[in-house]
């Protein structure tokens, strides 16, 4: 049995470039890029806009990288497959049928497409064709409880020579929340020939174990854990081990944002990064103490620098009160809700 592998889900607007290269340095075993839009992509005579073209970046250090393709023409699905190709950049190729947002499947994408099993298979066919990378899918349990379409559509994908699939085991009705059917993820591990990853609902590297023996699968897609815990990679991995995991104290998690803060400069406007580390801000701060305050004071900064300086100064005031370890009773409840989601 090869290893299994933990990696990062994608999520638009969270897992650009450096966030994914802070996830490979904690041992994620490969990422996929947020979603790219293929009505945008496969066009060739359109100019994209800055936010796609950010989202086709890679930096050095990243692991093994899939492009992810959002759309529903095959013809400009393929066609976005041949441009992603051509740039030389990624692992493979993943299609998006996962994506519940309304704006999204009501144009037809995403989860759209499980309701659209033809339609599914054609677009699956046209972008393999198109392309010598290897090609993965990534799709729910289906549209609603009484209409399971993943098991056919995994078939499929496992006909078309795909390389793998991740299936996050809610249905688009479920949106975020409420139950995973892990039983149905095993029952389509347990019939495929390709590699299966299992994705959705896990908070800590225990229920990313227990997920794997729950499903049988040949891995773990970590999404909204992995905002607030980047780490979780580093901690399946010593769980796996038998070892201890270790706290996550002040150094680590200032160290870590202001490493994140600055990487972010090298593929967006500086203004844009640091005003973005509020929120990575506000997942990794809070259970230290006087969090509540340097958060305030984020407000009103733009500037690579003064982040730096305050988170910094914050570090150093925490040491010299001896207070860099976290207070449990000053963490808010681990739930992966408080990513706040398109609808
Ligand atoms: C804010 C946000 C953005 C997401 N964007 C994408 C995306 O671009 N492509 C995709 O396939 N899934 C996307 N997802 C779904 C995640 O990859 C994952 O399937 C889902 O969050 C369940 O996993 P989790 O419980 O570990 O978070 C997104 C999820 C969130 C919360």
């Known amino acids: 049995m090869p290893e299994p592998l933990f990696v990062l889900a994608p999520m638009d607007g969270m897992t650009h470039a450096s966030f994914r290269t802070v996830c490979f340095e904690y041992g994620a075993d490969g990422a996929t890029t947020e979603m790219i839009l293929s009505q945008a992509l496969g066009r060739a005579k359109r100019r994209m806009s800055d936010k796609y ?9 990243e692991g093994n990288l899939a492009a992810q393709l959002i759309g529903c023409n095959s013809a400009l699905m393929a066609a976005s497959a041949e441009r992603l190709t051509a740039l030389h950049r990624f692992d493979a190729l993943e299609i998006n049928m996962g994506c519940p947002a309304r704006t999204v499947v009501g144009s037809g994408n995403g989860a759209a497409l499980l309701e659209k099993p033809e339609l599914a298979v054609a677009i699956m066919a046209a972008v393999k064709q198109s392309t010598d990378l290897p090609v993965r ?50 029952a389509i591990c347990r019939e495929a020939r390709i590699p ?32 607030k815990q980047p780490w ?14 270790p706290e996550r104290g002040a150094e680590e998690r200032i160290r870590l944002l202001v490493t994140l803060a600055t990487r972010a400069t090298l593929h967006r ?39 730096r300086r305050l988170m910094e100064g914050y570090l150093e ?24 989601l398109r609808r």
Not at 329 to 339: C, F, I, S
Request: aromatic letters at 6%; charged letters at 25%.
């Open 232 to 245: 979780i990679f580093d901690d399946i991995r010593r769980l796996r081990r038998g070892e201890e995991i």
């Open 317 to 340: 005031a925490l040491a010299r009160r001896n207070d860099t370890h976290i207070h449990p009773e000053l963490l808010p409840e681990a739930t992966l809700d408080t990513v706040k």
């Open 196 to 227: 299966v990853y299992a994705n959705g609902g896990v908070t800590c590297a225990g229920d990313a174990l227990a997920f794997l023996a729950d499903t049988g699968a040949a891995g773990v897609s970590i999404g909204r854990a992995a905002l």
């Open 53 to 61: 073209l950010e989202t086709l970046v890679r930096l050095p250090g």
């Open 269 to 307: 406007p500086e203004k844009v990064a640091v005003r973005e580390m509020r929120k990575f801000s506000g997942w990794l701060l809070p259970g230290l103490t006087g969090a509540a305050d340097v958060l305030e004071r984020l407000n009103g900064i733009e500037a690579l620098e003064d982040y």
């Open 137 to 186: 899918l990534k799709l729910r349990m289906g549209w609603d409880a009484g209409h399971i379409t993943a098991p056919e559509l995994v078939r499929a994908a496992q006909e078309l020579g795909f390389q793998a699939v991740t299936i996050h085991g809610r249905t688009r009705e479920q949106l975020y929340a409420g139950p995973v059917d892990a039983a149905g993820i095993r």
